[in-house]
Protein backbone atom coordinates (compact mmCIF):
# COMPACT_ATOMS: atom_id res chain seq x y z
CA UNK A 1 0.00 0.00 0.00
CA UNK A 2 1.25 3.35 -0.35
CA UNK A 3 2.44 5.36 2.30
CA UNK A 4 1.42 9.18 2.21
CA UNK A 5 3.25 11.68 3.77
CA UNK A 6 2.01 15.07 4.72
CA UNK A 7 2.64 18.04 7.09
CA UNK A 8 -0.08 18.54 9.68
CA UNK A 9 -2.71 21.06 9.24
CA UNK A 10 -5.24 22.48 12.02
CA UNK A 11 -7.99 20.87 10.93
CA UNK A 12 -5.98 17.71 12.26
CA UNK A 13 -5.89 17.99 15.97
CA UNK A 14 -8.49 15.59 16.64
CA UNK A 15 -7.52 12.54 14.60
CA UNK A 16 -3.87 13.39 15.68
CA UNK A 17 -4.86 13.16 19.01
CA UNK A 18 -6.60 9.84 17.97
CA UNK A 19 -3.84 8.25 16.86
CA UNK A 20 -1.14 9.50 19.84
CA UNK A 21 -4.11 7.83 22.45
CA UNK A 22 -4.40 4.74 20.09
CA UNK A 23 -0.23 3.80 19.96
CA UNK A 24 -0.28 4.84 23.78
CA UNK A 25 -3.15 2.23 24.67
CA UNK A 26 -0.11 0.20 23.53
CA UNK A 27 3.13 1.25 24.10
CA UNK A 28 1.89 2.88 27.15
CA UNK A 29 4.38 5.05 27.31
CA UNK A 30 2.43 8.06 28.80
CA UNK A 31 1.89 10.16 25.53
CA UNK A 32 -1.88 9.87 26.46
CA UNK A 33 -3.45 13.16 25.66
CA UNK A 34 -6.58 15.45 24.95
CA UNK A 35 -7.03 18.12 21.92
CA UNK A 36 -6.96 20.79 24.26
CA UNK A 37 -3.76 19.35 25.78
CA UNK A 38 -2.43 18.64 22.54
CA UNK A 39 -3.16 22.33 21.07
CA UNK A 40 -1.13 23.73 24.36
CA UNK A 41 1.73 21.63 23.86
CA UNK A 42 2.22 22.49 20.17
CA UNK A 43 1.79 26.13 21.27
CA UNK A 44 4.62 26.32 22.89
CA UNK A 45 7.38 28.09 21.77
CA UNK A 46 9.79 25.63 19.83
CA UNK A 47 7.03 23.87 18.52
CA UNK A 48 5.73 25.07 14.41
CA UNK A 49 3.30 22.50 13.66
CA UNK A 50 2.64 23.44 10.25
CA UNK A 51 6.52 23.16 9.40
CA UNK A 52 7.67 20.27 11.68
CA UNK A 53 4.89 17.68 12.15
CA UNK A 54 4.76 14.81 9.53
CA UNK A 55 1.99 12.51 9.21
CA UNK A 56 1.56 9.12 7.58
CA UNK A 57 -1.56 7.80 6.24
CA UNK A 58 -2.40 4.24 4.47
CA UNK A 59 -5.72 3.07 3.66
CA UNK A 60 -7.18 6.68 4.40
CA UNK A 61 -6.43 6.55 8.19
CA UNK A 62 -3.55 8.11 9.73
CA UNK A 63 -0.90 5.36 10.94
CA UNK A 64 2.04 7.12 12.30
CA UNK A 65 3.36 10.79 13.09
CA UNK A 66 7.13 12.45 13.59
CA UNK A 67 7.17 15.93 15.42
CA UNK A 68 10.45 18.15 15.67
CA UNK A 69 11.21 20.20 19.05
CA UNK A 70 13.57 22.74 17.92
CA UNK A 71 16.08 23.92 20.43
CA UNK A 72 18.58 25.73 18.19
CA UNK A 73 20.14 27.55 20.33
CA UNK A 74 21.84 24.60 21.74
CA UNK A 75 22.27 23.36 18.39
CA UNK A 76 19.53 20.61 18.55
CA UNK A 77 16.08 19.41 17.89
CA UNK A 78 14.80 16.80 19.78
CA UNK A 79 12.20 13.92 17.57
CA UNK A 80 9.56 12.32 18.76
CA UNK A 81 7.33 10.06 16.61
CA UNK A 82 5.61 6.70 16.59
CA UNK A 83 3.89 4.05 14.30
CA UNK A 84 0.25 2.80 15.03
CA UNK A 85 0.78 -1.08 16.20
CA UNK A 86 -0.94 -2.34 12.83
CA UNK A 87 1.27 -0.45 10.86
CA UNK A 88 4.80 -1.59 12.32
CA UNK A 89 7.38 -2.70 10.01
CA UNK A 90 5.47 -1.80 6.70
CA UNK A 91 8.47 1.12 5.74
CA UNK A 92 5.98 3.75 7.74
CA UNK A 93 9.12 4.34 10.12
CA UNK A 94 11.68 4.88 7.59
CA UNK A 95 10.17 7.52 5.39
CA UNK A 96 8.97 9.37 8.42
CA UNK A 97 12.29 9.71 9.88
CA UNK A 98 14.08 10.00 6.21
CA UNK A 99 11.91 13.17 6.10
CA UNK A 100 12.21 14.72 9.86
CA UNK A 101 16.15 14.60 9.49
CA UNK A 102 15.95 16.66 6.17
CA UNK A 103 13.84 18.95 7.76
CA UNK A 104 16.25 18.94 10.90
CA UNK A 105 18.97 19.55 8.54
CA UNK A 106 17.57 22.10 6.72
CA UNK A 107 16.66 23.77 10.26
CA UNK A 108 20.57 23.86 11.03
CA UNK A 109 20.43 21.61 13.80
CA UNK A 110 23.88 20.01 14.66
CA UNK A 111 21.94 17.14 15.89
CA UNK A 112 18.96 15.14 16.42
CA UNK A 113 18.09 13.72 19.70
CA UNK A 114 15.66 11.16 20.35
CA UNK A 115 14.48 9.83 23.68
CA UNK A 116 13.19 6.15 23.73
CA UNK A 117 12.16 4.33 26.66
CA UNK A 118 15.00 1.13 27.25
CA UNK A 119 11.63 -1.32 27.60
CA UNK A 120 10.87 0.24 23.79
CA UNK A 121 13.46 -2.46 22.42
CA UNK A 122 12.19 -2.60 18.59
CA UNK A 123 11.96 1.15 18.29
CA UNK A 124 16.47 1.07 20.02
CA UNK A 125 17.29 -1.08 17.43
CA UNK A 126 15.48 0.98 14.69
CA UNK A 127 16.99 3.93 15.00
CA UNK A 128 20.42 2.34 16.00
CA UNK A 129 20.84 1.35 12.62
CA UNK A 130 20.24 4.54 11.10
CA UNK A 131 23.67 5.48 12.98
CA UNK A 132 21.70 7.21 16.66
CA UNK A 133 23.88 5.91 19.25
CA UNK A 134 22.51 6.44 23.08
CA UNK A 135 24.16 9.59 24.73
CA UNK A 136 22.56 9.35 27.69
CA UNK A 137 19.93 8.21 30.39
CA UNK A 138 17.06 9.72 32.12
CA UNK A 139 15.41 7.80 34.98
CA UNK A 140 11.60 8.15 35.26
CA UNK A 141 11.33 7.74 39.04
CA UNK A 142 7.33 7.48 40.70
CA UNK A 143 6.15 7.95 44.15
CA UNK A 144 3.44 5.67 45.41
CA UNK A 145 4.01 5.43 48.79
CA UNK A 146 4.78 8.70 50.74
CA UNK A 147 5.58 8.39 54.74
CA UNK A 148 4.75 12.40 54.64
CA UNK A 149 7.18 14.44 55.65
CA UNK A 150 6.89 18.03 57.16
CA UNK A 151 8.49 20.95 55.57
CA UNK A 152 11.47 22.19 57.38
CA UNK A 153 13.53 25.10 56.28
CA UNK A 154 16.57 26.58 57.68
CA UNK A 155 16.84 29.83 59.78
CA UNK A 156 15.87 32.74 57.43
CA UNK A 157 14.48 31.27 54.61
CA UNK A 158 10.85 31.13 53.30
CA UNK A 159 8.49 29.22 51.47
CA UNK A 160 5.70 31.10 49.38
CA UNK A 161 3.69 30.55 46.25
CA UNK A 162 4.05 31.66 42.66
CA UNK A 163 2.16 34.85 42.27
CA UNK A 164 0.84 36.22 38.89
CA UNK A 165 3.64 38.63 37.75
CA UNK A 166 6.73 36.30 38.91
CA UNK A 167 7.26 34.85 35.46
CA UNK A 168 10.73 36.85 35.26
CA UNK A 169 11.72 35.06 38.78
CA UNK A 170 10.57 31.77 37.85
CA UNK A 171 12.55 31.96 34.67
CA UNK A 172 15.72 33.49 36.56
CA UNK A 173 16.19 30.86 39.06
CA UNK A 174 14.98 28.15 36.83
CA UNK A 175 18.19 29.25 34.29
CA UNK A 176 20.45 29.59 37.43
CA UNK A 177 19.73 26.13 38.51
CA UNK A 178 20.28 24.35 35.76
CA UNK A 179 22.82 26.24 34.14
CA UNK A 180 25.08 23.70 32.58
CA UNK A 181 22.97 20.78 33.00
CA UNK A 182 23.37 18.26 29.74
CA UNK A 183 20.22 19.54 27.57
CA UNK A 184 19.11 22.31 28.88
CA UNK A 185 18.24 25.19 26.98
CA UNK A 186 17.66 28.83 28.58
CA UNK A 187 14.33 29.49 28.82
CA UNK A 188 12.58 32.55 27.80
CA UNK A 189 10.20 35.04 30.08
CA UNK A 190 7.36 34.41 27.29
CA UNK A 191 7.81 30.93 27.25
CA UNK A 192 7.27 30.97 31.14
CA UNK A 193 4.44 33.38 30.99
CA UNK A 194 3.14 30.31 28.43
CA UNK A 195 3.54 27.34 30.25
CA UNK A 196 2.20 29.10 33.99
CA UNK A 197 -0.97 29.69 32.06
CA UNK A 198 -2.30 26.08 30.56
CA UNK A 199 -4.63 24.29 31.84
CA UNK A 200 -2.24 21.73 33.32
CA UNK A 201 -0.61 23.78 35.31
CA UNK A 202 -1.23 25.52 38.42
CA UNK A 203 -0.14 28.88 40.37
CA UNK A 204 -0.94 27.40 43.92
CA UNK A 205 1.44 24.52 42.74
CA UNK A 206 4.77 26.24 41.67
CA UNK A 207 6.90 27.12 45.06
CA UNK A 208 9.86 29.39 45.91
CA UNK A 209 12.35 29.56 48.87
CA UNK A 210 13.46 32.37 49.35
CA UNK A 211 15.86 34.30 51.45
CA UNK A 212 14.56 37.70 51.71
CA UNK A 213 13.55 38.77 48.58
CA UNK A 214 15.71 36.92 46.45
CA UNK A 215 14.31 33.62 45.32
CA UNK A 216 17.07 30.58 45.75
CA UNK A 217 15.17 27.36 45.03
CA UNK A 218 11.96 26.17 43.59
CA UNK A 219 9.72 23.82 42.81
CA UNK A 220 6.95 23.54 39.89
CA UNK A 221 4.46 21.10 39.95
CA UNK A 222 1.88 19.86 36.73
CA UNK A 223 -1.10 17.42 36.58
CA UNK A 224 -0.51 15.06 33.97
CA UNK A 225 -3.36 15.12 30.82
CA UNK A 226 -4.61 11.81 30.82
CA UNK A 227 -4.42 10.77 34.42
CA UNK A 228 -6.27 12.66 36.85
CA UNK A 229 -4.92 10.70 39.58
CA UNK A 230 -1.12 11.62 39.07
CA UNK A 231 0.98 14.75 39.29
CA UNK A 232 4.56 15.51 37.91
CA UNK A 233 7.48 17.85 39.62
CA UNK A 234 8.02 19.25 36.30
CA UNK A 235 11.74 21.40 37.31
CA UNK A 236 12.84 22.12 40.85
CA UNK A 237 16.36 23.26 41.38
CA UNK A 238 18.39 25.55 43.71
CA UNK A 239 20.59 28.07 43.22
CA UNK A 240 24.19 27.02 43.21
CA UNK A 241 25.37 28.94 45.61
CA UNK A 242 22.91 28.01 48.11
CA UNK A 243 23.02 23.74 47.84
CA UNK A 244 23.92 21.81 50.94
CA UNK A 245 21.73 23.37 53.07
CA UNK A 246 18.54 20.95 52.65
CA UNK A 247 16.66 23.77 50.43
CA UNK A 248 16.57 20.73 47.48
CA UNK A 249 14.41 18.61 50.05
CA UNK A 250 12.22 21.56 51.18
CA UNK A 251 11.05 22.28 47.90
CA UNK A 252 10.86 18.93 47.16
CA UNK A 253 8.68 18.22 50.13
CA UNK A 254 6.65 21.03 49.12
CA UNK A 255 5.94 20.12 45.78
CA UNK A 256 4.93 17.01 46.97
CA UNK A 257 2.79 18.12 49.93
CA UNK A 258 0.63 19.79 47.47
CA UNK A 259 -0.11 17.37 44.95
CA UNK A 260 -0.76 14.99 47.66
CA UNK A 261 -3.50 17.55 49.42
CA UNK A 262 -4.99 17.25 45.83
CA UNK A 263 -5.13 13.74 45.61
CA UNK A 264 -2.58 12.42 43.92
CA UNK A 265 -2.12 9.28 44.32
CA UNK A 266 1.33 8.89 42.31
CA UNK A 267 3.90 11.55 41.42
CA UNK A 268 6.47 11.26 38.80
CA UNK A 269 9.44 13.10 37.88
CA UNK A 270 12.28 12.72 36.01
CA UNK A 271 16.32 12.83 36.85
CA UNK A 272 19.30 12.30 34.78
CA UNK A 273 20.87 9.31 35.63
CA UNK A 274 24.32 11.50 36.43
CA UNK A 275 22.84 13.19 38.65
CA UNK A 276 23.64 11.12 41.71
CA UNK A 277 22.84 13.59 44.46
CA UNK A 278 19.14 14.26 42.78
CA UNK A 279 18.40 10.83 42.91
CA UNK A 280 19.27 10.17 46.31
CA UNK A 281 17.25 12.74 47.13
CA UNK A 282 14.16 11.24 45.37
CA UNK A 283 14.61 8.13 46.66
CA UNK A 284 14.94 8.94 50.33
CA UNK A 285 11.31 9.98 50.48
CA UNK A 286 10.25 7.16 48.41
CA UNK A 287 10.86 7.79 45.04
CA UNK A 288 11.58 4.67 42.53
CA UNK A 289 12.70 4.02 39.30
CA UNK A 290 10.13 2.81 36.66
CA UNK A 291 11.61 3.68 32.91
CA UNK A 292 14.78 4.27 32.15
CA UNK A 293 14.72 6.23 28.92
CA UNK A 294 17.61 6.30 26.47
CA UNK A 295 18.31 9.47 24.28
CA UNK A 296 19.91 8.48 21.28
CA UNK A 297 21.75 11.06 18.89
CA UNK A 298 23.02 11.90 15.34
CA UNK A 299 24.96 14.12 14.26
CA UNK A 300 24.17 16.05 11.20
CA UNK A 301 27.06 17.92 10.75
Known amino acids: ????????APSEFDAYAQLVNEIDKVDR???ATSVEHLKERLGQTGYH???????????GLLVGYAEILRELEIGRVILDGAIHPAYRTRGVGT??????LDRSAELGAEVV???????????????RKRGFVVVRRHWLMTLTKYRGEALQLPQGFQLRPFLPGNEERLCAIQNLAFVGSWGFRPNTVDEIRYLVNTSLCHYEGIFFI???EEVVGYCWTMDEPADK???YIRMMGVDPSYRGRGLGRASLVAGINYLQRRGMKAIEITVDSHNLSAKRLYQSVGFKRREVILWHERRLS
Request: aromatic fraction near 6%; proline fraction near 4%.
Open 113 to 127: QIPIAQRMQASQRFV
Open 95 to 100: RLLEIA
Open 210 to 212: TEG
Open 49 to 59: PGEDIFLAEMD
Open 1 to 8: MTILISNF
Open 29 to 31: LGK
Open 229 to 231: DKG
